[in-house]
């Protein structure tokens, strides 16, 4: 029987990773005689109301024949029972409140993953009373953590899903800075094309290790598996200044915009605003009515473009509508721009034309020459989709070099 174990909420601000949980574990399932198949790693819907970091939960894929299925779930149990214990040793605030699910692979329902990469999932009832739930588990402190876990289990991995290679780090050094050897990225973008997110160009920053106090000690994403292994081959044999303990590679739903509706198209109605901090808003008349749009200064060249809108300008954006009612633009194309920069017309004297206000005619001080009241506009060209450098982009985020 393949079972999915899934997996989430044993982070907290100061440590914790559940790839690191998920890798303790699937080891005891090992001892017991399980084979394992895969692990998936999806992300969640960014606005969840307690996500710690990245809003990742993790799913177990597992071979496990009749005869061990109890010694499978008593060592789970035990297993639990530890990691509820270590968390509340070292979570000062209570913030981890770990849930487990265990199931048959493709039984539970792939609605519940959609709801919550796309919503705020509460309804734990709905997950623990399914029939396909054939054993869980959770915290005393609350059964938060069933939600990531019952959507890790439910998701279903598709051809265009992404590879992140996740390698941690020996747990002496938690908490501590990494080194990444000085040619890791370099090595990546020339022998890994099909690696991506390695380096963000705008701050020439290597982004394959992460800057929070996890277990992890790099991780490397690709669109294909086999590009995946080939990196984490080369990066492990690197020097890294400690020992890399263990390494997996996940299958995700990162790059995949399953966070995301469809594009909304709208017409630009007032100038956009920009706020203290460098955030800017900008409304837009869509089909369905008004909508607030809203863009961060992290966004770069995105924040930009959207400070440079005209009203009657035609975009296409995507992005969240955050609990605040306003869309979060995640990425913007633009496909009609009003003329800019509007000054009226020259006399043949040479004389700039002025109005002369209520006659509606343009008049030359000098000869007195006048004509129809109109604007000479600057033609401003729209532009192709625009996204935030990697480093501000969401995990869920596709990027606009992967769009159709
Ligand atoms: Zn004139």
């Not at 530890?82 to 979570?91: A, C, F, G, S, T």
């Not at 929070?212 to 990066?235: K, Q, Y």
């Not at 920069?341 to 007195?368: A, D, H, I």
């Amino acid at each position: 029987m393949i079972w999915a174990i899934g997996l989430d909420d044993t982070d907290y601000p100061t440590g914790g990773c559940t790839t690191w949980q998920a890798n303790e574990l699937e080891k005891v399932l090992i001892e017991c005689g399980a084979k394992p198949i895969e692990r998936r790693l999806v992300r969640l819907w960014p606005f969840a109301v307690r996500r710690t970091r990245g809003n990742a939960a993790i799913s177990l894929i597992v071979e496990i024949s009749s005869t061990i299925q109890q010694r499978c779930i008593d060592a789970i149990e035990l297993w639990f029972e530890q990691l509820i214990y270590d968390i509340k040793k070292n979570d000062i605030d209570s913030h981890a409140r770990p849930g487990l699910i265990v199931c048959k692979d493709g039984d539970l329902n792939e609605s519940i993953y959609w709801e919550c990469v796309r919503s705020q999932f509460t309804d734990i009832n709905r997950i623990i009373s399914d029939s396909s739930i054939i054993h869980y588990l959770s915290s005393d402190l609350g059964n938060d953590g069933l939600v990531g876990a019952a959507a890790a289990v439910s998701w279903k991995p598709s051809i265009s899903s992404t590879f992140e290679a996740i390698a941690w780090r020996d747990s002496s050094k938690f908490g501590t800075s990494r080194k990444i050897p000085n040619n890791a990225i370099n090595l990546l973008e020339s022998n890994h094309p099909n690696t991506f997110m390695n380096r963000d160009p705008s701050y020439d920053r290597g982004l394959i290790s992460p800057r929070s106090p996890c277990p992890i000690l790099f991780g490397i994403r690709g669109w294909s598996f086999e590009s995946t292994r080939h990196a984490l081959n080369e990066l492990i044999n690197l020097d890294w200044n400690e020992d890399i303990v263990d390494y997996s590679i996940h299958i995700t739903n990162q790059c995949s915009d399953d966070h995301l509706d469809d594009i909304i198209e709208g017409t630009v109605l007032a100038k956009p605003i920009k706020k203290h901090g460098g955030h800017v808003t900008v409304e837009i008349l869509t089909i369905s009515g008004f909508l607030q749009l809203i863009s961060f200064k992290e966004g770069g060249i995105l924040n930009t473009k959207i400070s440079e809108l005209l009203p009657g300008d035609k975009i296409h954006v995507m992005g969240l509508i955050s609990p605040d009612g306003y869309l979060h633009i995640e990425r913007l194309k633009s496909v009609y721009r009003s003329p800019g920069n509007l000054f009226r017309p020259k006399c043949s004297c040479g004389v700039r034309l002025k109005s002369t206000g209520k006659s509606g005619k343009l008049r030359c001080k000098l000869c007195k020459y006048t004509e129809t009241s109109h604007w000479i506009g600057t033609p401003r060209l729209s532009f192709d989709w625009v996204e935030p450098s990697p480093s501000s982009r969401r995990h869920l985020s596709m990027p606009v070099s992967r769009m159709n």
